[in-house]
Structures are given as C-alpha cells and as structure tokens.
C-alpha cells in the first residue's frame, strides 16, 4: 500500500494518526494499522485490491466532521483509514449547465469559493464548511440550511465517480438527466457512508449566483406559532423562501455566553426564534428587503410575529446566520448533552416540540431539552443536556442508552426518522437495529453483501449485523 500512494501518502506516526481516529463529538476513538491518502481514483483502486486480496478493512474519511462516528476506526488497530483530502481537485466547470466535477477530498468552503469567482454558487452550507469534504456530504446525503429550495446532497449530485470493494472503478460522471440501465448505482452510493465503495468524485450542480438577499430574525410565541409563518411565508413567497430554522431562547442565550462578537437581533427576548432567509437570483424577482417588509407586516396583522429585525447589510445577514450556525459549539461548551437529530412529518413537528420536550424533561429530571434546526423540512437537532450536577462519565454510561431510547420511541410514534441527515454510521447501530422495519434491515443487509461480500468496507457502520 506505501508503493501504492509514496512516502507522502503514508503514515504509521501516532502523532499523525491521532486527530484522525477520535469522531467530533469525542465519543468514540479507535485506532488504525496506517494512514493512506491517496491523489486519484487509480491510487484508491489500487489500494482497495491490495485489500480485497488481503481483507484489510477501510475505513474512508474526509473531513472528519461527521456527528455519527461514520469515519471512526474501531478499536483492534487492524484497520487502516483511507483519507480522501488529497483529491482535492475541481475541474471542468461548464457556465452554461453549471454543472462541476469535483473530487472527494475538495472542502465544501472552497468549493463555494471557486464557483463563486464563476457567477454561481453551491447550494449547500452547513456550519462545519470549513473542513466538510465533498465525499463526506455525498456519503452522508448531507442537507444543511438550504434544504427547504435546493433539497439534499441526493439532489445535486449530477454524477458520480467510485471505487467498488473489488477495486473496480465505477464511472458515472456523465449528468444524463435520464438512465434506465438497470439499478441506480449513484443513489445507493449516496448515504451509503462509504459501506458500498469510495466515492473519489461527483458532478455537482451549482445555480445562478444570488443578486440579493434579506435575512430575518423574527421573534415567536411558540413553535406552533412558526410553523404558521412557514406556511404564510411558503405560500406568499415560495420561490424566494431559502431558509427557515426555529431556535429557543435557550439555545440563543447559550450562544451569545460562549461566542466571542456576538449580539442579540432584538432588544427584548422572545421564547422562540425564526430566521429567515429570501433570496433573488433573478432580475425579475422582488427585491428581497422589500419583500420580506410586506411579508412581516402581514404576518404581524395575523398576529404571527411578535418582534423581528431585518438584515441592513451583508454583514448583518452574516451576522445573524452566525448565531444560528454556532448553536452546537456553544451547546458543546455548555456542558454535556445528547445529539438527536430527527425528523418527524413538517406538519407534526409543532406539536412534537411542544408535547414531548417537558415529557422528556419530567421522565428524566433535572435534564432540558434544546430543540433547533430545520422547521421548514420537518428536521430538528434535539439536544437533551445532563442535570447541572452530573458526572461525566457516568451521565453517559448510566442515561444516555435510556434517554435516546425514550426519545426515538416518541419519535417512532409520529412515523419520523431517528436519523434525518446525519447519517448512521456507528453512534446509531443499535437503534437502526431496534427501531428499523425489519423488511428495511433485510434489504439493507442484502445489498451490503451483495456489494461488499468480504465486509472490508467501513465494516460496523450504518448496516446493523443480523
């Protein structure tokens, strides 16, 4: 494998291995035989047969920033991660399509960054686009802010580029907007957490760079108060509405304690928040700040609104998508929680919020509930924190298996999914394997071994053993 990818694509070093067999969260750590980064799909076939022959395990890694432990080696030390960051090239970008090839290792900021000196933009962001890669979004079916417009990584993937368990390299870049030879291979790839092959590049679909934009920080009574804003706002000015996300008061505060230059929008506080994005990518369209004025001054007619400000600036707008963006980090620095990220049907989420939030409080005293994230699309990240005295580890090793449960079976009960775009990967095996419709398993596990017959890839993530 060192012949394979040189003596810069090579390490044993504990010290170089280190920051790479910890996941995010610092929940789960393993470790690794080695380190291979190799530069082109060619390098990565050829180390997967080297595998294959072998049946060495490979565990694909990007950036690192995946919530799921999905790029986490396990602990027997017989793995060797398989990192992607060196395949960071973009190339043939076409002005007409908008459409780009990228490889696995390019990192979302700097994709951003290169079409945007091309007139267009990629319409996928998330507060770890610094170090996501592309291979990692594609492998986790990433969603993001944008969700609500521009629907999922699936979405805008036009082609894709891996290397299958066997070494063989499946060529699909083409973007043929029809193709019915048979299975989908691109789309099982995608989400597949790197469990059916290596994803070494895509072409991706960019759209028309922004004109404007008006982001809102709108304050609400309750939940069930901003899903009917979403539904005004959908209705009124569908083609315009980017972004929708819900944050407590609790989860602001938290941010505005722990995030250097950070500011609260309005002078007084509500118990909920609403940031909205509108957005003009076309001439033709309404002004974004003109739209969103008369937007709000309807919604406050209907008694919809209780206070909101609107974005002067560019800077502003940045600003405000700050305090959304860093709710994690500072829930992190709050102190120890647990990570739920669910999704239950638009219409429900409301009432999920605002029923089972104190019941998982009073089933489980002294812990509170943080709900935030993705309204619009019936996605929130519901973060349980430890009571005040807890000690760590105990707090996890006694409660965390309980809670999660207790939260997922609320989840199950509104035909909503324990995992809305995160992924599987290591940190919910068990629950996919308790929870999951057992036809589901049967399918999955299916196509797992039809794949991957020797179990080399990513093995113990995402597919649940029988």
Not at 188 to 217: K, M, Y
Request: hydrophobic share 45%.
């Amino acid at each position: 494998m060192q012949a394979v990818v040189g003596e810069t694509g090579y390490t044993q070093d504990p010290d170089d291995l280190a920051p790479w067999l910890t996941d995010w969260r610092g929940r789960h750590s393993g470790s690794a035989a080695a380190m291979l980064s190799p530069v082109s799909a060619e390098q990565a076939s050829a180390i997967v047969k080297i595998a294959a022959k072998h049946r060495i395990a490979l565990v694909p890694q990007g950036g690192n920033s995946g919530m799921v432990a999905g790029a986490t080696p396990d602990g027997s030390g017989k793995a060797v991660l398989l990192s992607l960051r060196r395949m960071n090239r973009m190339t043939r970008f076409d002005p007409e399509s908008g459409l780009i090839e990228a490889e696995a290792g390019v990192i979302l900021q700097n994709l951003h960054e290169h079409v945007a000196k091309q007139g267009r933009r990629f319409p996928l962001t998330l507060g770890g686009k610094g170090s996501a890669t592309v291979g990692g979004l594609i492998s986790t079916n990433a969603g993001g802010t944008q969700v609500l417009r521009h629907g999922t990584m699936r979405g805008l993937v036009a082609g894709i580029q891996a290397v299958l368990p066997d070494g063989s390299i499946l060529d699909s870049l083409a973007p043929l907007k029809k193709d019915n030879r048979g299975y989908d291979l691109r789309h099982l790839l995608i989400g597949a957490e790197g469990t059916l092959g290596i994803v070494t590049a895509a072409t991706l679909q960019t759209v028309p760079a922004l004109l404007d934009r008006c982001v809102l920080w709108v304050g609400v009574d309750s939940p069930a108060m901003a899903y009917a804003l979403f539904l005004e706002l959908e209705r009124r000015a569908s083609g315009a509405l980017e972004g929708f996300e819900l944050i407590p008061d609790r989860a602001l505060q938290s941010v505005l304690r722990h995030i250097p230059a950070t500011r609260a929008p309005l002078e007084a506080s509500s118990p909920w928040y609403v940031l909205v994005e509108l957005v003009q990518d076309r001439p033709d369209q309404i002004a974004p700040a003109t739209l969103g004025e008369a937007l709000l001054v309807a919604a406050m007619e209907k008694g919809l609104v209780r206070d909101a400000a609107l974005s002067a600036s560019e800077a502003q707008a940045e600003d405000f998508w700050k305090l959304r963006d860093s709710i994690a980090e500072a829930e992190r620095a709050e102190g120890p929680a647990l990570q739920h990220d669910i999704s239950v049907p638009v219409a429900d989420m409301a009432r999920f919020i605002t029923t089972e939030s104190p019941a998982i409080e009073a089933h489980f005293p002294g812990t509170r509930v943080v709900a935030f994230g993705h309204l619009g699309d019936g996605n929130i990240h519901l973060h349980v924190k430890a009571p005040a005295d807890s000690r760590l580890p105990d707090w996890y090793e006694n409660d965390e298996k309980a809670i999660s449960d207790f939260v997922y079976d609320r989840v199950l009960a509104y035909n909503g999914s324990i995992s809305a775009e995160h992924g599987i990967g290591l940190a919910k095996l068990e629950t996919l394997a308790r929870t999951a419709d057992p036809a589901r398993l049967l399918a999955m596990r299916a196509i797992k071994t039809a794949f991957d017959p020797l179990g080399i890839m990513n093995p113990g993530k995402t597919v649940p053993l029988a």
